[in-house]
């Protein structure tokens, strides 16, 4: 009897379907309003993220810097009219962000607000790169690369990918006061080390004070040290504040190549905060059926335990692009395999992509994806809504190449800013209304009768 | 290592280089003539204007040939074929995998020829075993469950670019020939029907290079009609058939496995080291310099491949090319599958020049046939009588090919056990060490400056499913790391490494390899902001 | 502890003297993954990232992990694989799974390369309990006879009853028919801890469950799946499945032991058997009759306010019940030591690292990479600076308290059930063994 799989049962308000920045901040944005919440998905691509929280950096197809991203939106408003960035009001756009970062910031990781231009941040090739709003442990790269105040660099022997002789040959012309130095993480073997692994063990106070006097040793008369991104996973705001304690020293993490920890930290945290709120949150796990019906919608999935099916009164579909299996590109056409939902897309697999790889502007296939009206509703093969239920999300938006011009989380967070009110609209004004408090719905595992 | 440095000085402008004899082109054939002419104690200079390799001879299955595949078209050829492949394996079994091969057809295929051919093989001496669709089946599960007809034949594989590290290498240690990439031909200096000396350029610097020789090869496959034009001589006369193959990121068979029909697309798979390639098809084409492969080509080759082994269909592909094989005119009749793969020397006595030969069509199969006649027609207007030893002398292993062999350097690895050696190319598992030593010594290019493209070339790094896509970010740190790089030329050439990894990408890009290619833009781009080097 | 670190991945050097030993024939990984791995978790969808070995304690360990697992399969280095002790090492806790975007699951390979070995070259340790519990009837990986563990019970009860007030009626019935629970039981404690088995019964008491021991199939631990050997693994659950099917009970309760629930559950739905009661974890009924007020524990004893951290155990939490049982835990953990001083580790529930003793690393014998993989949970545990370790698995408990003296740290850890009693104030004398002075201090 036992063996005969029953799915579980959940019900809620609002489901959001794919855990990558833009479902994160639509679930961050529903239980703001007070909407009871699950949230499905994969993590997919958001392990990848650097922690810079990107608006607009570039623009399609120019090659020079987008300095003031909120000029750059207005350009765009004007050149694209059908950008995702450009359908959202200025004013929609820094609430999303604020409110999106200041949730980041009460589980411990700070960020800048999002300001009036952007920050040229560092990268861990010693290039640059325009972004919106930088995690407080990465703060003191910019700063000190705008006073070019004299910095060293330093990396760990045993891990691979960051080099800070490499980030002073690319930019110390730019930054006569830049150094490089190398040194072992305390305790650490000979071989290869991870940074999320030393990111871990600077969580141990011991481990920080090993660290802090190393980084002494090698700061020189500088007063500013840059590390590859490794103070902490949790918290990290205190592991950083903790280190600068101990060393006396300005210090700020470069983001790395994957693994790398920002990622890690964004997923961790939000995956151990979310359910604090009262979302009921099903981890990595794939949504493999989304079905509408008059009094709401059906998702199936299944944890390692079993079957899962979660009732819902509406949906966000937030479930990213190829990295996150939201697209699908087969040989003959992009797809959107949840739902089936029509995809923009170029006329033919020859044009996907163009030539030279990096050609500045970008391939014709990552402007590919679904079509949203005016509410945030995906629209189907006839032009209109396929259901008052559902809404999209995130970089599965057409019509957005999210990394030429450098505006993933922008994106990302200003979508579902608008997707969450629209749902928030729907709720409240079809019929029953949204409850007036949430009915939390957390799963408890109920042993049987 | 730290020592070296791509800054350090290229040869002076200007420079004049003397030799016996300038081999053009740095595929199998030239580098085996170089290698041929060696052991007859002849010195040579090898120039390409990219690399080893860089044309049909990297851009083909890798298949050393039974001969099987030519029995009703070529009987000549098929003969030259099963000689070659007998010589080979016993003479470089280091660049070979005796795989055997099998022949198969499927429901629908015209079964007249799968009737006639043991009998052609026979004629051809070819040995030629028939199976039972269930012999096949268990020598290969990936088979179709549509099989007719079976036959096994002794093809084998066989790496290109280890065969002719190796000849280029031998040809040094032997007496000091030499090997220069990135050297493009503009003209030759010819007085009193004498090709005095060839002009040429470094292709990315373009510093000037004089090349005086005695005698001069022209071993430019498809490109070698261009390079007679140069010469003046209008004697070579060549057909374009662009053939286009994929690769698949997966082992799928032992074998190599042959659609047993009349020759058509997609109708072989070659297994090669860790990965399969599937071809070709075969289209004429007159520009020789923009050639890729286009969504039919891959379409077709998937297709037509699939009817023998249904998993192709969905396979993940990694890569597509297109080489152009030069086909020589003539002949005359029906298809450029029918036409000759044999192969032409031209003297061009007839051209008014008496320094100057033509080596051009035939096969990988056959490489080394074709430099021994090209070579034996260069020493004799040397004066030099010795003869050729390639038929008996065995090509030395193994040092200058070892990182090029698929899983050769995570064996290696390995076995070392040092967690100090870190992996670097973590697909095809290439560790710093190999990094370190093909910096140090690159093979077949002592002078040469090293790029991540160039080491790549050398090694099997970026041919895994990433693309290169991580570990090109990691070598390049490497290398900053040791001192090799400190200005921005490291990431140029990882920019330049990316961008030609792509190339061979762009066709393939659906399905899986769609979503790393996103990853690796997000980061190549998003973060590293490799598409705006030039700008900022 | 530096020098147990610089001593680093240990040499694959013992391969010389096992060459007397049978040889272990190479298996092909590439195909096994295509017939074991549903098609889009294939390693054949690998991007290569390295999330799974950044996040995996056995990288490193014997120069090997995950990702080059998996690169190696794919590039048929079946001989290497075959033969590296590294699946050994990895403790076949999925949590490369859980973070690789791609849900890639190495550990299935592991388990075939472990069950390829030779018998005679397996762990011993790991070897031997599997073979012991297919003796009896007992299932025991200490080969414990029924009788012994009948007599254990008996005495011990006899005891309790005699000495302890107020439990002169507590019951440890065995082989009760018709009894809603069958109630499991780790051999370590009537092998050599006896006195740890009565916080148990007097919960089960407080909250007057209708439950039984069996004289048959009444052992938790199951080493056979560590061995690969599934129809060792079969052959145990089947005794189990047997006896709480013969005994008629509709619960069979596992207690505080991680992998003798996934084993069960997992073989049951593995091997198709036919089992017709319910499986459920002893944690999910703590925070059930917690919630019904059957079990009335809190946290006012402890007034020093000391502070507790929970391990997850891999085998409940991310390959079983995932989060959900993570949250009866905290729920129960919360409720026993107070809100405030309950730290969670960092990574947590699913996210948890193994502590490095599951998968039979505990047994294998391998003790210096043992160690170095219980690095991370030592430093997960430091950075909470609690006190206590509390954790529902037998595995976690002795390879935490084993790293924890090893690396030099001052934690303690706990039972649940002790703590559970501590609360209730019904904690024998001598049933105080894992606490330390400072929680004595506070009942003494």
């Known amino acids: 009897m036992n063996m005969i799989e029953q799915p579980r049962n959940f019900t809620t308000e609002l489901a959001v379907i794919g855990s990558g920045i833009a479902g994160f901040a639509a679930s961050v944005f529903a239980v703001n309003r007070k909407i009871a919440t699950a949230l499905a998905g994969n993590s997919g691509a958001v392990a990848y993220t650097t922690g810079y929280l990107d608006l607009l950096g570039r623009l399609d197809g120019i090659a020079t810097a987008v300095t003031d991203p909120w000029e750059g939106l207005l350009h765009l408003r004007q050149t694209q009219p059908k950008h995702p960035l450009g359908r959202i009001a200025v004013a929609d756009l820094r609430a999303g962000f604020d409110e999106f970062t200041s949730f980041l910031g009460s589980g411990g990781i700070a960020y800048s607000r999002a300001g009036d231009r952007n920050v040229t941040a560092l990268t861990p090739a010693g290039t640059l790169k325009q972004t919106l709003c930088v995690p407080a442990t990465m703060a003191a790269g910019p700063r000190a690369f705008a006073a070019r105040a004299a910095c060293v660099i330093v990396d760990f022997e045993g891990l691979k990918g960051f080099s800070s002789r490499e980030v002073v040959a690319n930019l110390g012309g730019r930054w006569p006061g830049l150094a490089a130095q190398r040194i072992g993480f305390p305790d650490m073997a000979r071989g290869e080390v991870y940074p999320e692994v030393m990111a871990r063990a600077l969580e141990v106070p011991a481990t920080r004070e090993r660290l802090a006097t190393a980084l002494q040793g090698v700061a020189g008369p500088a007063r500013v040290i840059g590390l590859p991104a490794i103070l902490g996973v949790h918290r990290p705001d205190r592991v950083h504040a903790d280190l600068e304690r101990l060393t006396g020293l300005e210090i700020f993490e470069i983001p790395t190549m994957p693994p790398s920890v920002p990622g890690v930290r964004l997923r961790e945290l939000l995956e151990q905060a979310l359910p604090k709120r009262g979302v009921t949150l099903i981890p990595q796990q794939k949504v493999t059926g989304l079905g509408f019906d008059g009094d709401g919608a059906t998702l199936d999935l299944r944890d390692s335990y079993g079957p899962i099916r979660i009732r819902a009164r509406a949906v966000i579909l937030a479930t990213g692009r190829f990295l996150s299996g939201g697209l699908e590109a087969h040989p003959d056409r992009i797809a959107e395999p949840l739902l089936d939902l029509p995809v923009t897309q170029p006329a033919g697999r020859a044009d996907w992509y163009r030539e030279r790889y990096t050609d500045v502007r970008g391939h014709p296939l990552h402007r590919a994806g679904i079509e949203v009206d005016a509410e945030s509703r995906p629209l189907g093969r006839d032009g209109r809504p396929c259901s008052e239920r559902l809404f999209a999300a995130g970089v599965i938006v057409a019509h957005q190449d999210w990394i030429r011009s450098r505006s993933g989380a922008g994106i990302a967070i200003a979508t579902a800013y608008q997707a969450v009110g629209a749902a928030e609209r729907y709720l409240r004004g079809s019929s029953g209304g949204l409850a007036a408090t949430p009915s939390l719905n957390r799963q408890v595992v109920v042993p049987g009768e | ?536 | 502890m530096a020098a147990a670190i610089a001593a680093g991945p240990l040499r694959r050097a013992d391969r010389t003297k096992q060459m007397a030993e049978t040889a272990i024939a190479p298996l092909n990984f590439k195909e096994a993954a295509l017939e074991l791995l549903p098609p889009g978790a294939n390693f054949d969808a690998c991007l290569t990232c390295g999330l799974c070995s950044s996040g995996c304690p056995a990288s490193g360990i014997e120069n090997m992990d995950p990702r080059k697992f998996i690169r190696m399969a794919m590039l048929g280095m079946d001989e290497e694989l075959s033969t590296t002790p590294w699946v050994w090492c990895c403790t076949l806790c999925k949590r490369c799974e859980y973070v690789c975007p791609m849900n890639i699951d190495v550990s299935q390979l592991v388990f075939l390369a472990r069950g390829n070995w030779p018998q005679d070259r397996k762990p011993k340790g790991i070897a031997r309990s599997c073979h012991l519990a297919q003796l009896g009837d007992s299932t025991s990986a200490m080969g414990m006879p029924p009788d012994d563990f009948a007599m254990i019970v008996d005495d011990v009860l006899e005891e309790v009853r005699g000495e302890q007030p107020g439990f002169q009626h507590l019951a440890a019935p065995m082989d009760k028919r018709g009894a809603h629970f069958f109630v499991n039981q780790n051999s370590r404690e009537p092998m050599s801890e006896p006195e740890e088995m009565v916080p148990l019964w007097k919960i089960l008491d407080r909250v007057g469950a209708d439950w039984t021991y069996s004289s048959k199939g009444w052992a938790a631990e199951n080493f056979c799946m560590f061995t690969g050997d599934e129809e060792a693994w079969r052959n145990v659950i089947k005794k189990r499945v047997d006896a709480v099917n013969d005994l008629g009970c509709q619960v069979w309760l596992n207690t505080e032991c991680g992998h003798s629930y996934y084993t069960m559950w997992q073989g049951v739905k593995r091997f198709g058997l036919d089992a017709r009661f319910r499986m459920d974890s002893l944690i999910t009924w703590y925070a059930r009759w917690i919630r019904e007020g059957k079990l009335p524990i809190d946290s006012r004893w402890n007034t020093k306010g000391i502070k507790f951290t929970v391990q997850d155990p891999c085998m409940i939490v991310r390959k079983s019940y995932g989060d959900a049982i993570a949250e009866d835990m905290r729920f129960v953990v919360r409720t026993l030591v107070g809100e405030e001083n309950f730290v969670d580790m960092q990574p947590n529930r699913s996210a948890n690292y193994c502590c490095g003793g599951g998968g039979g690393f505990l047994q294998a014998g391998m003790t210096d990479q043992r160690r170095i993989y219980g690095k991370r949970k030592f430093d997960q545990i430091a950075a909470t600076s609690a006190a206590y370790v509390l954790t529902p698995c037998h595995n976690c408990h002795s390879q935490i308290e084993d790293i924890g003296r090893f690396y030099g740290g001052d934690y303690g850890v706990v039972h649940f059930w002790t703590l559970m009693c501590l609360s209730l104030g019904i904690l024998g004398k001598n049933e105080r063994h894992y606490l330390g002075p400072d929680l004595r201090a506070l009942i003494d």
């Not at chain 2, 269930?134 to 099989?147: I, Q, V, Y």
């Not at chain 2, 066989?158 to 990439?181: E, I, M």
């Not at chain 2, 698929?406 to 095809?428: F, Q, R, S, T, V």
Request: with cysteine; proline share 5%.
């Open chain 2, 1 to 536: 290592m730290s020592t070296i440095s791509p800054e350090q000085p290229a040869p002076a402008a200007a420079t004049t280089l003397e030799t016996e004899v300038l081999i053009i082109g740095g595929g199998v054939t030239g580098t085996g003539i170089m290698r041929d002419l060696a052991l007859r104690g002849i010195h040579s200079i090898l120039i390409d204007k990219i690399d080893l390799c860089a044309g049909a001879s990297g851009g083909n299955h890798g298949l050393l040939h039974s001969g099987a595949r030519y029995v009703s078209t070529d009987l000549e050829a098929a003969i030259e074929c099963r000689q070659e492949n007998e010589l080979l394996k016993r003479l470089a079994p280091h660049c070979i995998e005796a795989t055997g091969g099998l022949f198969v057809a499927v429901e629908g295929d015209d079964p007249a020829f799968a009737d006639e051919f043991p009998e052609l093989c026979r004629r051809a001496g070819i040995r030629c075993d028939e199976l039972t669709v269930a012999e096949a089946r268990k020598l290969e599960p990936h088979l179709s469950d549509r099989l007719v007809r079976a036959c096994r034949v002794p093809d084998a594989t066989v790496d290109p670019f280890h065969l002719a590290l190796a000849n280029v290498d031998h040809a040094r240690l032997t007496n000091g020939s030499l090997y220069r990439s990135h050297t493009e031909l503009l003209r030759f200096e010819i007085v009193d029907g004498e090709i005095r000396s060839a002009v040429c350029r470094d292709h990315r610097t373009l510093a000037p290079l004089t090349i005086r020789a005695r005698q001069v090869v022209n071993a430019g496959g498809a490109w070698a009609m261009n390079i007679a034009r140069l010469a003046g001589c209008a004697d070579v006369d060549l057909l374009y058939a662009k053939g286009t193959l994929l690769v698949n990121h997966d082992r799928m068979t032992r074998h190599v496995v042959n659609r047993l029909r009349p020759p058509g697309d997609g109708d072989i798979l070659v297994p090669g080291g860790t990965v399969s390639i599937l071809g070709t098809t075969s289209t004429r084409i007159q520009d020789l310099d923009h050639v890729a492969p286009t969504v039919d080509e891959i379409d077709r080759n998937i297709r037509e491949g699939a009817a023998m082994i249904p998993a192709l269909a969905g396979a993940r592909y990694t890569r597509a090319f297109s080489r152009v094989r030069p086909l020589l005119q003539g002949t005359g009749n029906a298809s450029d599958r029918a036409a000759s793969r044999g192969f032409a020397l031209l003297d061009h006595r007839s051209q008014g020049l008496a320094n100057f030969c033509t080596i051009t069509g035939g096969k990988l199969t056959t490489f080394r046939l074709m430099a021994e006649k090209a070579a034996d027609l260069v020493a004799g207007r040397l004066g030099n009588r010795q003869a050729g030893t390639t038929a008996t002398v065995p090509l030395p292993g193994d040092d200058a090919g070892r990182w090029t062999e698929p899983g050769a350097a995570p064996k290696h690895w390995y076995k070392l056990n040092d967690p100090g050696d870190m992996i670097l190319c973590e697909c095809e598992m290439v560790p710093q060490s190999a990094i370190d030593e093909i910096v140090a010594t690159p093979p077949g290019a002592e002078r040469e400056v090293m790029s991540i493209e160039a080491i790549s070339l050398r090694s099997r790094v970026g041919k895994g499913p990433c693309q290169g896509s991580f570990c090109g970010i990691r070598v390049a740190s490497y290398l900053y790391d040791s001192g090799y790089y400190r200005d921005a030329a490291g990431l140029v050439h990882m920019r330049d490494f990316f961008d030609e990894r792509f190339k061979g990408q762009r066709p393939v890009i659906w399905g899986r390899q769609a979503a790393q290619m996103e990853l690796a833009e997000a980061l190549h781009c998003g973060l590293l902001g490799l598409d705006a080097l030039d700008a900022d």
